[in-house]
């Protein structure tokens, strides 16, 4: 009984066991708690059963199959239309690209059929598109229909000549006009009024010196030997300034004839070989004149070997005789030199001349006379492409269409191997079997930086492999930097045909647009393939091709700012209310970022003897009023649209003001270029102050009237950093801060900023 109780109702003092608490079990549906599978494998989906989805899937595993996943209908569908797209826009391109070199039937086919299935533009782009009623000053300004003057009429329009679109000479014409209407007064005689007649402008604005006579001394012995030490020093400086970017006669070769010429005092060369003789002396004196040497005063003048060249060179049938090599090179030289003396109109048509004698004689195509040896061919490509390159600098500096449309050449590219590589066993082989070589070339373009090494022939024939796969290492030299730079060459050659024709500123500008942009596309991709050794965005202290590298920096930006040049003039670039087409906006950008990139290369303070020992000296001018002109139209586009950020440009001007103005000290071509842009600035500037003014808020500040010299006499040079990292005011503070001159007055009526050197300046523009 006691037991019974005690079983049933045990006594609080003895602590009952303890209790471990069981969870439930939980019933747990793996499959369920994992999310369903997106795509089943091709087993599982063949058979109908579940697949988990892994990779392998359990089934797949159990069976010991293969297990596969392949896309579903829908991802299929997906995936082919994003393929059809990308091979839509390529064709496109393609079209684009071979629209401009098709016949005229082909190329109106081919622009209505993009025109009919091309994609809808951008909502703020459909109002840039083209519009027949739009003022053709405005619209087509970069592809001209017609001439205004008359250059049979006007004498003083002959030496300069027609220019056209590419021209920064007629960039500025243009926006001397511009400006002239808003500055201009209805009294004809206040000196701010720009001038109505188009063959004034034209006069005023260029800084040519064509009108300057090229006298030849009747008197002077052509004859005459120079001392064979100034011969050989002028010699080297033409080879390593003016050889690597215009290759118009073989080193090697004319060496070892000059060491002849003066080892034999009874050699009598010809006329024509003399007349090369001179005129590379007469480019080589005048680089010894802008970077002096302690022996340049033992030697004559530029123009007394210019003159001597053309006396020997010049016969009463001069424009009958057939052509030779020779004469074609004694053309190609003068040309390069009256673009060095500034004679812009006289180089362009000296080398027309020459491409047309180089045609006569089949440079322009590629050779395969026996009679030739292969040496000799490849010095004839050389002569051409350095001709090519020529034409081109002068046709965007004149704005004139080049002689030869590139379809009509056949011409390979130099080889990039110097000269006293040509007896090698490998480069030998590259100048005798045509097709190897342009299998090489194919795989060099390609490759770009590391091309194999190729092995010996005998192993190559034993392979039976390809000859592209045996490349050369190529070590950097001046004539692998002129390979680039006639590539280069050939986008800017595209720009022209193609931008700049009258019948292609007709069409819509979204074609227009697309063209800029594919040429924008090349010039990235040619920058993208380019050695290191030549890389102008990277620092390089190595002063070794230093030379070359900003050879293809000023070819670059100068390329980009002709391609972009034309979304500049747009009038419909920003419509009020509404914002720039991205497309529209994204060119322009990078044509006033390309100025700017030719100004930031320069150091803050100018020195003329270090640019000249650097940069394409003969051009240099050039491209620093390419820059400067495209920053004044921006500067006018700004002062319209009541713009900000204009402290950076303002900046950039005055630095190229500078460099002008030093490069003027020796250039009468950079004098007039310097009184043209300072024109234009001042008046620039005053409208700008004058609009800016306006506004009710405007605080004026009265300074004493001491000196009266502009910043730009009296330049205020800032650390190079700092021009970059200017923070962008608005409106009147941005002028005030980075463009007033410190010795400003304000006009006792009109309370507006007022130089009272301005006035007597404004016919200059």
């Not at 060249?309 to 009463?316: E, H, K, N, V, Y």
């Not at 800016?692 to 300074?703: F, G, K, M």
């Amino acid at each position: 009984m006691a037991s019974n109780m005690s079983l049933q109702s045990p006594s609080p003092c003895v602590l009952p066991p303890s209790k471990v608490a069981i969870p439930r079990l939980p019933i747990h549906n793996e499959a369920a708690a994992r999310p369903r599978a997106k795509k089943a494998c091709k087993e599982c989906r063949d058979q109908k059963t579940k697949c988990d989805g892994y990779q392998p899937c359990c089934r797949c595993v159990g069976l010991g199959i293969d297990c596969v996943y392949v896309d579903g209908k829908k991802d299929t569908q997906e995936r082919r239309l994003q393929d059809l797209e990308s091979q839509v826009q390529a064709y496109e391109k393609l079209l684009r690209r071979l629209q401009f070199r098709a016949a005229p039937e082909d190329e109106e086919l081919i622009a209505r059929t993009l025109a009919q299935y091309r994609l809808l533009p951008e909502p703020n782009e459909a109002a840039t598109d083209y519009d027949p009623s739009q003022s053709a000053t405005e619209d087509s300004c970069f592809g001209i229909e017609c001439v205004q003057e008359d250059f049979h009429g006007n004498k003083g329009l002959q030496p300069i000549g027609f220019i056209g679109g590419p021209s920064e000479v007629s960039w500025v014409r243009d926006l001397n006009r511009a400006v002239g209407k808003d500055t201009a007064t209805p009294d004809a005689n206040t000196p701010n009024q720009a001038p109505n007649d188009d063959s004034q402008v034209l006069s005023k604005v260029s800084y040519f010196l064509d009108d300057q006579e090229l006298t030849i001394d009747g008197n002077i012995d052509p004859h005459i030997r120079p001392p064979p030490d100034i011969a050989e020093r002028l010699l080297h400086l033409y080879f390593h300034t003016v050889h690597p970017s215009f290759p118009i006669v073989s080193r090697i070769s004319f060496t070892q004839q000059l060491e002849s010429y003066y080892a034999n005092p009874n050699l009598r060369p010809t006329k024509r070989w003399l007349a090369i003789l001179n005129l590379v002396l007469a480019a080589a004196a005048k680089f010894a004149h802008l970077v002096p040497q302690p022996w340049v005063q033992s030697m004559d003048s530029p123009m007394v070997y210019f003159a001597r060249a053309q006396r020997l060179s010049i016969t009463g049938s001069r424009l009958t005789d057939h052509p030779n090599l020779q004469q074609v090179q004694i053309e190609g030289l003068t040309a390069f030199l009256c673009m060095a003396f500034g004679h812009i109109n006289r180089s362009w048509r000296a080398c027309g001349i020459a491409i047309r004698s180089s045609i006569a004689m089949g440079i322009n195509l590629r050779s395969e006379s026996k009679d030739t040896s292969n040496i000799s061919k490849e010095i004839r490509y050389r002569v051409w492409w350095s001709l090519y390159t020529l034409e081109n600098t002068l046709s965007i500096m004149t704005g004139r269409p080049t002689g030869t449309a590139d379809r009509f050449c056949t011409t390979p590219l130099p080889i990039p191997f110097e000269e006293e590589q040509f007896y090698v066993q490998f480069v030998t082989r590259l100048l005798a079997d045509f097709n190897f070589r342009a299998e090489y070339m194919r795989a060099f373009t390609a490759t770009r930086h590391t091309p194999p090494s190729p092995p010996d022939s005998a192993a190559e024939k034993a392979s039976g492999q390809s000859s592209a796969s045996y490349l050369a290492d190529i070590a950097p030299s001046t004539s692998l930097y002129f390979v680039y730079f006639v590539e280069l060459t050939a986008i800017m050659r595209r720009a022209i045909d193609s931008l700049y024709s009258p019948g292609f500123a007709r069409r819509p500008w979204l074609t227009v647009n697309a063209a800029m942009l594919d040429l924008v596309d090349d010039t990235d991709k040619w920058l993208s393939g380019l050695p290191e050794v030549f890389h102008f965005m990277h620092h390089q202290d190595a002063h070794q091709f230093e030379r070359q590298r900003w050879s293809l920096a000023f070819r670059f930006y100068s390329v980009r700012i002709t391609i972009c040049r034309p979304s500049l003039c747009r009038s419909g670039r920003q419509e009020r209310g509404s914002e720039p087409s991205t497309k529209l906006r994204k060119t322009a950008e990078l044509c006033i970022d390309s100025a700017c990139q030719i100004l930031d290369l320069l150091p803050d303070e100018p020195d003329i003897i270090w640019l000249n020992q650097v940069s394409p000296w003969w051009c240099v001018l050039h491209y620093l009023m390419q820059s400067v002109t495209v920053l004044l139209i921006e500067l006018e586009y700004r002062g319209r649209a009541s713009a900000d950020n204009t402290v950076k440009i303002n900046s950039l001007i005055e630095k190229a003001l500078d460099w002008i103005s030093a490069l003027a000290t020796d250039s009468v071509a950079a004098q007039r270029a310097l009184k043209v842009c300072k024109g234009l600035y001042r008046r620039l500037f005053l409208r700008s102050t004058v609009e800016q003014n306006r506004q009710p808020d405007l605080t004026t500040a009265v300074t004493p009237a001491g000196g009266l010299e502009s910043s730009y006499f009296q330049p205020k040079h800032r650390p190079h950093s700092q021009v970059s990292s200017v923070t962008h005011s608005t409106g009147m503070s941005a002028f005030m801060d980075s463009a007033l001159p410190h010795n400003t007055i304000f006009h006792p009526t009109l309370q507006t900023a007022y130089d009272e050197f301005m006035p007597c300046n404004f016919d200059s523009a």
